[in-house]
């Protein structure tokens, strides 16, 4: 018998490793992207991503069809009085919004602690702050998908389609404006999601009180301001109004809201973002994970 | 040889219960088992050496650093295996080993091959492929396992590695165990309350009992540490026996064997046999099971 030339023995005794090791930063910076697959349902079945698609859906085939319409529509008055502005765009946004601050986002965080993860997390380079910082980027990044994607789509179109803002400085301006509405709308939601989440293990639980406060807060501001009286501007802690009205004061237009000044929308979504950060901060600094 | 994990007055109290009390001890390089009865405080030890938990009291070093002051650095030359048996149900035992191999801070291409690689080496073949909710408790420990080792660690942290498994599947864990220590040489810390699967697998042994470090050292070390000798004759143990006693020298009998304890020196033994006439098969040390030194150790009370 003649041994077949270019044989060889692969030996797959253990190897050392002896690369590069990149330490937290790279640590951090895989969780991030594991996190943000996972709650998009990437490597998943598909029904774990039939809501985090549909929330995309929501808020981007909109802006896809105001963008044919206006290379549809000639006349521009008619254009304007037909097609939303970019502070009027985020009416759509809301329900995407919502369905992904409950129901997709919690995913992040709860399934860890139940699981088991957390602490094979903590036993790694990361530390409890740089995990929930990575896990908040994950939350945050997809949020502003959702959040900056169909505005800035948008502006990309209609300065392409020659209906754009005037000159560079024009553009610039209205990019800063969408950044900054973009990333304070999802900051509230990705907020008082993950520090819901953070409150339970149950990723049902979660999705039902983070469901229940969005709308709740709505409700309550609504029966308190228009049943019992009390002033208007306790809407602004309206989850389901009040960062958008902020948005359309970015934008610099005049929103539902008149007689809630500036300041009070200013202080109450910074608020909720301050105080979903808290309770992360609180509960993962007790969190007792080698069990 | 410096100390893989060295402590010194090491406390640690949650609430009103202490934990860990004045736990003082230097693990070698090596297998080593951390037994203790369930609440000894092994698991509390296992969370400080990896930084999770800070100590109330004392120091503790692993690899040479302070793993609270350098958390990061001293966690990414560990690997850790929990006791716990929940993993993502919906992961693949592959992209789950892959993932936490790069949360160790290997790169990404180097973190897939290794993934593959370790789980090769824990005998997963096209399992590794699997959703781990769909695994047996077994193949689950040999991911969790894999996981540890992946990005080949310096020290790998076991926490009741056999815990769930069948007698069968006890001794491959078991076996695998002793491979991944002697064969691919990293250093295992192994906390169990199995005195006999530490006997089979660890080079030496740390004992706490009520959050306090009853005896450590090496296997062997421990079984000597109470001294006394066995004697092995062919025929005559009771007459040696006598003797002995009638010599002030504490001895009993069990078959062909006297077990002498306390202090007597060799040369009195040899005496012994010789005048009596008696044909000597074994002058040896007295070694105790590790459930003796458990015993002697007054770990149950």
Redesign the interface.
Same mark, same amino acid.
């Given at each position: 018998m003649t041994a077949p030339t270019g044989a060889r023995i692969i030996d797959?005794? @253990? %190897?050392? @490793?002896t *690369?590069? %090791?990149?330490? +937290?930063t790279? +640590?951090a910076r895989?969780?991030v992207r594991?996190s943000a697959q996972r709650v998009m349902g990437l %490597?998943?079945?598909a029904s774990?991503k039939v809501l985090p698609m549909l929330s995309l859906a929501i808020a981007y085939v909109p802006a896809i069809v105001f963008v044919g319409l206006a290379a549809l529509i000639k006349n521009s008055s008619l254009r304007r009085n037909f097609l939303p502005t970019y502070g009027q765009y985020y009416g759509f946004v809301v329900s995407a919004l919502i369905v992904f601050a409950s129901f997709v986002a919690p995913e992040a965080l709860c399934?860890d602690r %139940?699981? *088991?993860?957390l602490?094979?997390?903590? +036993? +790694?380079?990361?530390?409890r702050t740089s995990y929930v910082v990575s896990k908040v980027a994950a939350v945050l990044g997809l949020l502003v998908l959702a959040t900056l994607g169909p505005p800035l789509l948008m502006l990309v179109a209609f300065v392409l389609q020659g209906q754009g803002p005037d000159g560079p400085l024009g553009v610039l301006a209205l990019l800063g404006r969408a950044v900054t509405a973009g990333l304070l709308v999802a900051g509230v939601y990705t907020a008082v999601s993950l520090g819901i989440s953070s409150l339970t293990d149950r990723r049902a639980i979660a999705s039902a009180a983070t469901l229940l406060t969005i709308v709740g807060t709505g409700a309550v501001t609504g029966v308190l301001v228009n049943g019992v009286g009390l002033p208007e501007w306790l809407i602004a802690f309206d989850l389901t109004s009040s960062p958008f009205e902020l948005v359309r004061a970015i934008y610099g237009e005049t929103g539902d809201l008149r007689s809630t000044p500036i300041s009070a929308l200013v202080a109450v979504n910074l608020g909720w973002i301050l105080l979903g950060g808290l309770v992360i901060w609180w509960r993962y600094r007790r969190i007792?994970?080698?069990? | 040889m410096a100390a893989i994990v060295s402590a010194a007055g090491v406390a640690k109290r949650f609430g009103n219960v202490v934990a860990l009390a004045d736990v003082t001890v230097e693990i070698d390089a090596g297998i080593t088992g951390l037994l203790g009865a369930n609440g000894a405080g092994k698991t509390t030890f296992i969370g400080l050496a990896l930084g999770l938990t800070h100590p109330d009291d004392g120091r503790l070093e692993v690899l040479g650093r302070d793993p609270v002051r350098s958390g990061a650095e001293v966690r990414s030359l560990l690997g850790y295996s929990p006791e716990h048996q929940s993993l993502p149900p919906d992961v693949r035992a592959f992209d789950l080993v892959s993932h936490l191999a790069e949360v160790h801070g290997l790169p990404r291409r180097a973190a897939t091959a290794r993934a593959s690689d370790a789980l090769y080496q824990v005998g997963l073949g096209e399992e590794r492929f699997r959703p781990v909710g769909t695994m047996s408790t077994g193949q689950k420990q040999r991911v969790k396992l894999a996981a540890a080792l992946a990005h080949d660690p310096t020290l790998i942290l076991l926490d009741e590695p056999t815990d769930g498994l069948d007698p069968v599947q006890r001794d491959d864990m078991l076996t695998l165990i002793r491979r991944v220590g002697h064969e691919f040489g990293m250093s295992i810390l192994i906390s169990s309350h199995l005195l006999d699967e530490v006997e089979k697998v660890c080079d030496s042994a740390v004992i706490l009992a009520d959050g306090r470090v009853a005896v450590s050292g090496s296997l062997d070390e421990l079984r000597i540490r109470v001294g006394g000798w066995t004697v092995e004759v062919e025929r005559g143990t009771t007459e040696l026996v006598d003797s002995l006693r009638r010599a002030g020298v504490s001895a009993s009998s069990d078959g062909s064997r006297v077990t002498i304890e306390g202090i007597a020196t060799p040369e009195v033994l040899r005496d012994a046999v010789a005048h009596l006439g008696l044909a000597l098969v074994r002058l040896e040390r007295r070694r105790l099971s590790l459930e003796e030194v458990f015993l002697e150790a007054g770990v149950y009370g």
């Open positions: 797959r005794g @253990y %190897r050392p @490793y *690369g590069p %090791r990149l330490g +937290a790279g +640590a895989s969780l594991h %490597r998943r079945t774990h399934p %139940r699981n *088991g993860m602490g094979l997390y903590l +036993a +790694a380079p990361l530390t007792e994970v080698t069990k | -």
